[in-house]
């Protein structure tokens, strides 16, 4: 199956399919799991959706989410779930190893694939690879397959909510990796009955008293500014995590506050879980946090959005990174005009 329009014959009649999406499902991963389920589950077929961790508890009022079968949680319902599929969509990422166990699962099992994604440099692993990196999210790129596949009558109301959660989440509410098309896509979900004001208030107005208290502490008390490098850093420890309790999702937002300081290009959110040290970044314009994230810290992501990891503690992860700075010293202090923020 290398076309859209094999695919569409292929699914012209019921088919037993999976749905998988990356760890630590974001809202773009899971609405547009949930658009493309909600879709092919009215046009007749069977399916299975798939996470290898859970979806932020924000997500919880989603159509259909509680569906998805969590490998962290059910490994031995995930695995079989994948056995039964003849074919699996991967949504929102670009790389088997994104999805952990079950990409070494799926790596070995030669089932059809399917990718529908929007990161730079995809892998090679799909059958058929719907891909535009210059598209806002993998929401974006999938309104636009089925309007290439003629399924767009099925863009019901429900389908419309999940696919407007992703393009929401990934375009920060409309600040960037905006093109007209997506305007005129975003319309076209508004004519489809997505209440705007309602998606907006169920997605970025449900903060946890705490999330905001985890904010405060650490804009107070754990922010660092290099104006040298235009570069700020948040960092925050195990004992932080134990203190507020910090779970999944608590801190989620928080690195990209640093871009709002005057002068900051790069921004870093190092933290410290139980056994990796994980990093965020963000960058304004040219800088690509991509390849610091690909180079130094076994990441990846977006050019202006990537994340990594280390496995040497916090301090070292921080006096790493500060190191690093030199290297882009120049690109850092270049006085261009920053034009764009691409996630
Ligand atoms: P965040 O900082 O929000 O966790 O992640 C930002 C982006 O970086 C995500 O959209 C994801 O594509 C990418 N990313 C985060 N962590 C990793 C990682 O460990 N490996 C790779 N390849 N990409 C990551
Ligand atoms: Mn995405």
């Known amino acids: 199956m290398e076309t859209l329009k094999e695919l569409k014959q292929?699914?012209?009649?019921?088919?037993?399919l999976a749905i998988v999406v990356h760890r630590n499902p974001d809202g773009d991963a899971i609405g547009s799991a949930l658009g493309l389920f909600h879709v092919l589950r009215q046009m007749g077929h069977?399916?299975?959706?798939?996470?290898?961790s859970e979806y932020p508890p924000v997500l919880n009022w989603m159509p259909g989410v509680e569906a998805f079968i969590?490998?962290?949680?059910?490994?031995q319902e995930a695995k079989q779930a994948l056995e039964r599929s003849e074919l699996v969509f991967a949504l929102d990422f670009n790389a088997l190893d994104r999805i952990d166990k079950m990409g070494e699962y799926l790596h070995h099992a030669g089932k059809k694939m399917v990718m529908i994604d929007h990161h730079l440099d995809p892998e090679p692993f799909a059958d058929l690879q719907v891909s535009d990196p210059t598209a806002s999210s993998t929401c974006e790129v999938l309104y636009v397959m089925l309007e290439q596949m003629g399924l767009e009558s099925y863009i019901n109301r429900e389908v419309a909510d999940c696919l407007y959660t992703g393009i929401l989440t990934d375009t920060g509410s409309f600040s960037f990796s905006l093109s007209s098309r997506l305007f005129r896509i975003a319309g076209e979900l508004l004519d489809r009955g997505v209440n705007n004001n309602r998606l907006?208030?169920?997605?970025?107005n449900q903060l946890p008293e705490k999330h905001l208290r985890i904010l405060g502490y650490c804009l107070y008390k754990r922010l660092e500014v290099l104006p040298e490098y235009h570069t700020a850093i948040i960092t925050l420890s195990k004992k932080d995590y134990e203190y507020f309790k910090i779970q999944r999702g608590d801190t989620e937002g928080i690195v990209n506050?640093?871009?709002?300081?005057?002068?900051?290009k790069l921004a870093a959110f190092i933290h410290e879980q139980p056994t990796i040290t994980k990093l965020s970044l963000r960058s304004k314009g040219d800088?690509?946090?991509?390849?610091?994230?690909?180079?130094?810290?076994?990441?990846?992501?977006h050019k202006n959005a990537a994340g990594g990891q280390s496995f040497i503690g916090l301090e070292a992860t921080v006096k790493k990174?500060?190191?690093?700075?030199?290297?882009?010293?120049?690109?850092?202090?270049g006085r261009e005009v920053v034009s764009s923020q691409e996630k």
């Open 10 to 16: 292929y699914l012209s009649s019921p088919r037993d």
């Open 46 to 52: 069977t399916i299975r959706l798939l996470a290898p």
């Open 70 to 75: 969590i490998y962290d949680l059910k490994d």
């Open 200 to 204: 907006q208030d169920l997605l970025f």
């Open 257 to 264: 506050y640093l871009l709002r300081i005057e002068g900051v």
């Open 287 to 301: 800088i690509s946090v991509k390849e610091m994230a690909q180079k130094y810290f076994k990441g990846g992501g």
């Open 321 to 333: 990174f500060k190191a690093i700075l030199p290297k882009y010293k120049d690109i850092l202090t």
